[in-house]
């Protein structure tokens, strides 16, 4: 398991010669073996930085460390598993060969078996299923099975949910966090729904408009393991205000 710490992160893209600042001066320590979520209103850097801790992309200014080392050496140790919102298989090969593709790209082996992947996921039976003919739902199970594949110690997700009906999402939800709990990753979700990040995390950070800028950070002091009917609990609904309130303080505060 591994930490992740951001120091005054900032980030800046040229576009059409114009210069679009998109992140601004993050500061944010993610805990070993923490869930955390990243909320915000669209534009705001939340994907950005994901890529940023995942080495897609690089700082203009400001560092990032992964445990003891920058994310271009934990990227190329494998340390660090990515999950989309499109799950983005191959649709030529079986789920079972799927979740074998990072092994055989880097020629290197998890300590999980594919066939243990797919277990773990809950798809077994489904090995020699083509993409095609899995629901949304199956086919981001397997993209999450492929990304453990080498044994990540940071399992970064962006929106992996959001193309789901709101019934598998959920459903979704409490199979991610028995996953998380079983492989001790270190994750971080992106998410536009205030009720996922509530549910999901330890601690979720708000980030403000465009340039994305740290509003909040709001611990979920909620008992684990999570269960559906926690989100009709009072404790729940006043965390969810809480970062509902961090999220929209500037429109809060001009309709008083």
Not at 32 to 50: N, R, V
């Given at each position: 398991m591994t930490s992740i710490e951001i120091k005054a992160v900032s980030k800046r893209f040229t576009i059409d010669q114009s210069e679009i600042q998109a992140l601004d001066d993050v500061s944010l320590t993610f805990p070993?073996?923490?869930?955390?979520?990243?909320?915000?209103?669209?534009?705001?850097?939340?994907?950005?930085?994901?890529r940023m801790i995942a080495d897609v992309i690089l700082p203009s200014v400001g560092s990032i460390r992964i445990g003891d080392h920058p994310p271009a050496?934990?990227?190329?140790?494998?340390?660090?598993?990515?999950?989309?919102?499109?799950?983005?298989?191959?649709?030529?090969?079986?789920?079972i060969d799927n979740v074998r593709l990072p092994g055989e790209l880097s020629q290197k082996q998890g300590t999980r078996s594919p066939e243990a992947?797919?277990?773990?996921?809950?798809?077994?039976?489904?090995?020699?299923?083509?993409?095609?003919?899995?629901?949304?739902?199956?086919?981001?199970?397997?993209?999450?099975?492929r990304a453990l594949a080498l044994d990540p110690k940071v399992l970064l997700m962006d929106e992996p949910f959001g193309a789901l009906d709101e019934i598998t999402r959920q459903r979704m939800n409490v199979e991610l966090l028995r996953i998380w709990k079983?492989?001790?990753?270190?994750?971080?979700?992106?998410?536009?729904?205030?009720?996922?990040?509530?549910?999901?995390?330890?601690?979720?950070?708000?980030?403000?408009?465009?340039?994305?800028?740290?509003?909040?950070?709001?611990?979920?002091?909620?008992?684990?393991?999570?269960?559906?009917?926690?989100?009709?609990?009072?404790?729940?609904?006043?965390?969810?205000?809480?970062?509902?309130?961090?999220?929209?303080?500037?429109?809060?505060?001009?309709?008083?």
């Open positions: 070993t073996g923490s869930f955390s979520a990243l909320i915000g209103p669209s534009g705001c850097g939340k994907s950005t930085l994901l050496k934990a990227r190329k140790s494998h340390e660090i598993g990515f999950v989309f919102q499109s799950a983005s298989l191959l649709p030529w090969r079986s789920v992947l797919i277990d773990l996921v809950g798809l077994h039976g489904f090995e020699e299923a083509k993409p095609a003919q899995l629901s949304g739902g199956m086919q981001q199970r397997v993209a999450i099975a079983e492989t001790n990753t270190t994750a971080i979700l992106v998410t536009h729904t205030i009720s996922e990040a509530v549910f999901m995390a330890d601690t979720v950070h708000v980030l403000s408009a465009h340039p994305g800028r740290l509003a909040a950070s709001i611990a979920i002091d909620l008992p684990r393991p999570r269960h559906l009917a926690l989100l009709q609990s009072h404790e729940f609904n006043v965390l969810e205000n809480e970062v509902r309130a961090a999220l929209f303080a500037k429109e809060i505060a001009n309709d008083r």
